[in-house]
């Protein structure tokens, strides 16, 4: 028993009582006399105190106490003294004997009790700042150069590029002002080095914006190489912003690993889209693998749409389908966190809550989701357009295979807008009746994918000119979706081709209802007032599209046409001098603006407007004859003989051009080549009158036996033209040369004479004028042509 008991050792060191005899110092009150510190402090705090009273044994000392009545009760201290702030002997006690608290030697002479100082008066006005110390020029210096570069940026968000880079230039010769004068006060701790690389970040910025690359790497580097700057590394994505700009994207590469290396882990979202530049750096120089280890890394970690077309772009430059096929499904599984469309649609008929619904339907944010899922929309419907014909053994079973996996996604509505996409790529393709099958799918679909089929349809029809199948489908259209502009539309342009303009314009106004920038029912529209010759309304129309489109080349040309026909040239040709700013080398618009200078007496403008047309299209008949006959009128008969001979060249079954090119010759004094020419000509039409009267002239002018030959055969062509006139006109008499004189013109082959037209000079011979016979409609674009589209 007794070996289980230990004895303590006799000097054991964790003695458990030890200590307790043990004592501070500083609590000794032994030798407090003769304690310096504490008989110092006597002296400053505790001296100048009232003496403490002393107390009586058994008789406590007392103080009053203020009661609710006005009384006062007396409150003995546990000294035996009065309570502090008390009265004794008429003097007031301080609460404190601290002078700072507020209180002086006159509280003892029984002064109010003012602990604020208020009856010190009002306190002194304060100093005045003083503008020329150093701090002061240095704080405003300061205030200058954030406001610099406040301004800098501001210009460069308001697009004036050159404002930001004059404004980011004074805020650095400003900085270094700054800097120098803190030198010259010796404090570097007062220092501002966030100053100093927002005014060298922001001078990066604008050199980069004015596409002075150099400057902004020469500070870029400044930046990056100086360690005061913590966090100056991040900027290597912008140095490799600028090379991959410049094309180097050895460098943009280097640089932008460089900058993933200096970012940490915390900061994922910056990591992954540096990722991603490295990628597309990648695919710019055509290493598709390790641009493909990029995105891949980037679709397992934090996955984007953006990155997940890229990839499949990869995938599908190497050629391999398998790959295309999973990248396909990874972009397809992108989460797009954008809220569904029943949020925006009211449970009830609150109006709190509907007032509510129609702020948020169309706000800022609303926009954002719409950009949103357009771009997700965009990025599937392409990758599904590139990959369906290489991942499969055809277009349609590749495309069938995006369909089936889109429909098992979050993107299950965009599974019928790639059904109608395949119909499109099917027109594309030319094969029209497979276009036709896969549309007709939709005749049992819901409403508005129902409508956007048979508006197709519709426009199919309508090309192939089968105007009964295209009224049906799109009377079906309009009556599954009536709120869709696109089969109203087209529903009016089945009624246009039928030349029922008045229910025209109401299907094209209602789609306008439905969707105010429809521009294809605008334009439409003004079309119709055009052909029921309402052109005030049809110059509104044309008016309005024109704020919408701009630049567009058939819109200008129909507000020219509609001033030409009320009559007012000028502002015809102020609008077609702004459609060949748009299109400078159509030779049909160029054709009408000679045709109007012209009309004005302006013959030099119209002679170079003219000259443009043909030498940009130089088989226009009319704009030949007006050159050939401006020469002509000049007086410069060899110059024309170019564009009449072109013109029989164009023409050949058409004599009177040939005639031109003879009469030129005869005009110029060049007698045989003339004679030349008509004997061709009178081979070729051996009974054209015209030409067997001018030779049988010239022969007799140059002393040619010929003459006389050519006279008996222009005698025994009048007389069987006078036979002939004679059958067709039996019941008129007279005499033969009468007839002759009176039928002097050439034979139905179009030619009348030589004189080009009324107002210019006759060439001999010719005795009424002619004119062309093609007259096409100036410009490309017909005066009633539909502008048709894809819905």
């Given at each position: 028993m007794m070996q289980n008991v230990h004895l303590a050792p006799e000097a054991d060191e964790d003695d458990l009582y030890s200590g307790y005899n043990d004592y501070n110092p500083t609590f000794d009150t032994e030798d407090l006399e003769n304690d310096v510190a504490f008989q110092q402090a006597a002296r400053t705090s505790h001296g100048r105190r009232v003496p403490v009273t002393a107390k009586i044994p058994g008789t406590p000392a007392s103080r009053s106490l203020a009661t609710g009545f006005g009384s006062k009760a007396t409150l003995t201290s546990s000294m035996g003294r009065p309570m502090t702030g008390a009265i004794q002997d008429g003097v007031a006690r301080p609460m404190t004997a601290v002078q700072a608290a507020g209180y002086t030697k006159a509280a003892m002479r029984g002064s109010l009790f003012d602990p604020l100082g208020q009856g010190r008066g009002p306190a002194p006005p304060l100093e005045m700042k003083n503008s020329d110390s150093t701090e002061e020029k240095i704080r405003q210096l300061e205030k200058k150069v954030n406001e610099l570069v406040e301004e800098s940026c501001i210009a460069n968000s308001c697009g004036d590029l050159k404002l930001a880079l004059e404004k980011a230039k004074e805020a650095g010769r400003k900085e270094r002002v700054l800097v120098r004068q803190r030198e010259q006060t010796a404090t570097p701790e007062n220092f501002?080095?966030?100053?100093?690389?927002?005014?060298?970040?922001?001078?990066?910025?604008?050199?980069?914006?004015?596409?002075?690359?150099?400057?902004?790497?020469?500070?870029?580097?400044?930046?990056?190489?100086?360690?005061?700057?913590?966090?100056?590394g991040r900027l290597k994505v912008n140095m490799g912003n600028i090379y991959l700009k410049q094309r180097n994207y050895s460098k943009a590469i280097k640089f932008y690993r460089m900058a993933l290396d200096q970012v940490s882990?915390?900061?994922?979202?910056?990591?992954?889209?540096?990722?991603?530049?490295?990628?597309?750096?990648?695919?710019?120089?055509?290493?598709?693998?390790d641009a493909i280890s990029s995105f891949e890394h980037i679709m397992s970690t934090s996955p984007n749409l953006k990155a997940g077309f890229n990839l499949i772009l990869c995938y599908f430059a190497i050629g391999n389908g398998e790959q295309m096929k999973k990248a396909f499904q990874k972009l397809i599984a992108v989460p797009l966190e954008v809220d569904y469309d029943d949020k925006y649609i009211s449970p009830n008929d609150d109006p709190h809550t509907n007032l509510l619904i129609e702020a948020i339907k169309n706000d800022s944010l609303r926009q954002i989701e719409h950009e949103r899922k357009s771009m997700a929309e965009e990025y599937i419907m392409t990758a599904a357009k590139l990959i369906a014909p290489a991942i499969e053994t055809s277009f349609a079973v590749g495309y069938d295979w995006c369909v089936e996996a889109v429909k098992v996604s979050q993107y299950v509505e965009l599974a019928n807008d790639l059904e109608i996409n395949k119909a499109t790529m099917y027109l594309r393709q030319q094969e029209f009746n497979q276009a036709l099958e896969t549309l007709k799918m939709f005749e049992k679909k819901d409403s508005r994918v129902k409508s956007a089929a048979a508006t197709n349809l519709s426009f199919l029809y309508y090309l192939e000119n089968e105007l009964a199948q295209a009224a049906n489908y799109a009377d079906l259209a309009v009556n599954s979706d009536r709120y869709n502009p696109a089969a109203l539309t087209n529903k009016g342009n089945t009624l246009f081709a039928s030349g029922d303009y008045e229910k025209t314009a109401e299907f094209y106004k209602e789609a306008l209802r439905n969707d105010s920038l429809c521009t294809e029912a605008l334009y439409n529209l003004g079309l119709t007032y055009k052909k029921l010759n309402r052109i005030d309304e049809a110059l509104d129309c044309f008016l309005k599209l024109h704020a919408i489109l701009r630049n567009s080349a058939q819109v200008l040309y129909q507000i020219a046409n509609l001033y030409e026909m009320m009559g007012d040239p000028n502002q015809a040709i102020e609008w077609l001098l702004q459609l060949i700013s748009v299109v400078p080398t159509d030779p049909h618009v160029l054709a009408k603006l000679g045709k109007l200078y012209d009309n004005e007496g302006d013959k030099s403008q119209a002679f170079h407007y003219y000259s443009e047309s043909y030498r940009y299209f130089p088989s226009n008949i009319e704009v030949i004859e007006w050159l050939g006959a401006y020469y002509i009128d000049t007086q410069f008969c060899e110059k024309a003989i170019e564009y009449f001979e072109r013109a029989a060249l164009i023409l050949p079954t058409q004599v009177k051009w040939q005639l031109m090119v003879a009469s030129c010759y005869r005009r110029s004094?060049?007698?045989?080549?003339?004679?030349?020419?008509?004997?061709?000509?009178?081979?070729?039409?051996?009974?054209?009158?015209?030409?067997?009267?001018?030779?049988?002239?010239?022969?007799?002018?140059?002393?040619?036996?010929?003459?006389?030959?050519?006279?008996?055969?222009?005698?025994?062509?009048?007389?069987?033209k006078e036979i002939k006139e004679q059958r067709i006109k039996s019941g008129r008499d007279g005499s033969a040369r009468s007839r002759r004189e009176g039928s002097a013109g050439p034979e139905s082959g179009g030619t009348k004479g030589e004189r080009l037209s009324a107002k210019l000079k006759a060439l001999p011979g010719a005795n009424e004028p002619y004119e062309s016979s093609i007259r096409k409609e100036i410009g490309k674009w017909a005066s009633h042509t539909f502008l048709l589209f894809w819905p």
């Open positions: 501002n080095s966030d100053l100093t690389y927002s005014v060298l970040f922001n001078l990066a910025s604008q050199y980069a914006a004015n596409e002075m690359y150099a400057e902004a790497l020469n500070i870029y580097q400044v930046i990056v190489k100086d360690k005061i700057f913590s966090n100056g882990s915390a900061h994922k979202e910056m990591r992954i889209k540096i990722m991603q530049n490295i990628g597309v750096a990648f695919i710019k120089t055509g290493q598709y693998i004094g060049n007698y045989q080549k003339a004679l030349e020419k008509y004997k061709v000509i009178h081979r070729k039409f051996p009974e054209n009158v015209e030409c067997l009267r001018f030779l049988a002239r010239l022969c007799t002018d140059i002393g040619l036996k010929e003459g006389q030959e050519y006279e008996t055969k222009l005698k025994k062509v009048e007389k069987l």
